[in-house]
């Protein structure tokens, strides 16, 4: 019998969509998750692999919690990650793209607003966003001068009130731009999930890790 034990992995990860594609790649690698997020307000959730636990975090909140080692793994959107990585560079190894949780960063504005006339003209947009890299880069590149105004959610109601002339946000069925007279003007890039592992656990608890890893690669490759 050997004496070293088998260490306990830990999987971070954000309530909602994320972890709703999640379940059936683990469920494809032999993993149940008895609980679910939304009705049981635990944090930590147990697996059926007993060396296998959930963390369940703010979406964004994901990469931190990989990046210090209190996760070893985590799922987090390429949004989220792009982000991350302009304000703490490094760290992060991204092994897998999970395509889960689809959906594109795009320009909307109001209906009605003209935009593409307002970038001819070059006038100075105001542009409400989460994102404020991906915006930043996406204007500089057009020649677009931009004043960028980050809030932390509900984009959407920022050009219905006067805050910005545009919004740069998530979108997936349209739905929410549409119920708020919103029109998508722009796509900026797609998005998924990516599996996120830290770098020193890599090395540390490899030999548990990469079955893990090769798992999602290939549960995985069917969403693509
Ligand atoms: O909700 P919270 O403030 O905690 O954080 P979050 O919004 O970043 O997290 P969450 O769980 O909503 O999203 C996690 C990840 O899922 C994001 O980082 C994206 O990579 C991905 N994803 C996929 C989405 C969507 N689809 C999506 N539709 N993230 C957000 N949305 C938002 C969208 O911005 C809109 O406000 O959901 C709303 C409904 O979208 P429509 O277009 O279907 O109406
Ligand atoms: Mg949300």
Redesign the pocket.
Known sequence: MSSIEQPLITLAL?????FEDTVPLLEAAGIQVPENPESSRKLILATSNPYLRLLVV???DVPTYVQYGAADIGI?????LYEHSKEHPGGLYQPIDLDI???RLSVAVRKGFDYEGAVKKGARLRVAT?YVNVAREHFARKGVYVDIIKL??S??LAPLVGLADAIV?????????RANDLVEVEDVWP???RLIVNQASLKTKGQYLQPLIDAFAKASQGNS
């Open positions: 954000s309530k909602g969509r994320i703010r979406a964004s987090a959107g390429k949004d989220i949780a689809k959906c989460k932390y959610g984009m959407e946000d998530v979108v997936s069925t349209g739905g929410t731009l998005v998924s999930s």
